[in-house]
């Protein structure tokens, strides 16, 4: 187990590339960033595991693997045994090669917040970032590991996450009981948002269990807004995704100077993106047009890439 310095490390090295420099209007690679050694991303989305496995430039293989249900409470894992052996399985299975590994968080329980500094830019920012997240959002530090980046943008902002201390402990040990090391991880929104770098946008990652809404608005993650669903997602429930995607696009509207324009497209992935049923009740019920969203990255053209949106995210990461 990693102590909690440590974590804290991990968690600043983990920052979405896309946060840096121009932001993530600011142009990604063609092609995937990883060193020539093997690597894996890797993420749990609902029931459905996910694994690419990349070797250089390369995407190499995927796996797309449904578990039982009953494996995870919530998007979280529940039984750290019996997944690290759907893992094992996967990778065996597809014959993936790699043991390092870049994973995903759920979004679930997360929150983020673009937070100013009015204590002027000597002030130290281990003591002042913490207190000032505590203020604005009453988050406890005991139960989220707390994890930031400065913003560009302006002078004292800076972009801050705060992650269940159980979901990332968790993780961790199930990777290793998979005999897999963990190098960095991201959430699964901040992994969407590289993958699609699009801004200002709305993403909609709609998966059989999960749904995820991402608004990028001034280059940066605003608002990000994770769902689980008991039972499972199809065309029958368009009208309550759409429903959830206004709603997050109200509470953006409603809490900035400037609304979204009408002109701002959603872009879909996950595995129901193409799903017309869903396409036409989104642009009913928000107004925005839709598009099934492309990455930025040269991929396979067998790889099913709305469904591994997230891993392509991970993939697109610096090292």
Request: glycine letters at 6%; proline letters at 6%; charged letters at 20%.
């Amino acid at each position: 187990m990693k102590s909690s310095s440590e974590i804290k490390a991990w968690l600043q090295k983990s920052l979405p590339s896309g946060l840096t420099g121009q932001g993530l209007r600011g142009r990604l690679p063609s092609t995937l960033p990883f060193l020539s050694q093997e690597k894996l991303t890797l993420s749990i989305e609902g029931s459905v595991l996910k694994i690419m496995s990349c070797t250089g430039k390369k995407v190499t293989g995927w796996a797309n693997f449904p578990f039982s249900p009953a494996l995870v409470n919530r998007g979280f894992i529940a039984d750290e045994g019996a997944v690290a052996r759907v893992i094992q399985n996967a990778i065996t299975s597809r014959g993936l090669k790699g043991n390092k590994v870049v994973a995903a968080l759920s979004g679930m329980d997360s929150i983020s917040r673009v937070i100013s500094l009015p204590y002027g830019k000597d002030v130290d920012s281990e003591v002042a970032i913490p207190r000032e997240v505590r203020r604005l959002t009453a988050v406890s530090l005991e139960e989220n590991y707390l994890y930031w980046q400065a913003l560009p943008q302006e002078e004292g902002s800076f972009f801050t996450l705060a992650v269940p201390k159980f979901a990332v402990d968790s993780l961790i040990r199930t990777l290793r009981m998979a005999e897999l090391k963990p190098v960095s991880f991201d959430t699964a929104p901040l992994a969407l948002a590289r993958a699609i770098n699009q801004s200002p946008a709305i993403i909609a990652h709609v998966e059989l269990n999960t749904l995820d809404v991402i608004i990028l608005g001034d280059n940066i993650p605003a608002v990000m807004r994770s769902h689980f669903s008991e039972e499972s997602l199809s065309g029958d429930d368009a009208e309550w995704v759409a429903g959830e995607i206004e709603r997050t696009v109200s509470f953006y509207n409603t809490s900035r100077r400037e609304a979204l324009p009408p002109e701002v497209p959603v872009y879909l992935s996950g595995s129901l993106a193409s799903n017309l049923e869903l396409s036409r009740a989104v642009e009913e019920t928000t107004g925005h047009s839709t598009y099934e969203a492309k990455p930025v990255a040269a991929l396979p053209e067998e790889l099913p890439v709305a469904s591994m949106m997230v891993n392509i995210g991970l993939a697109l990461k610096s090292s």
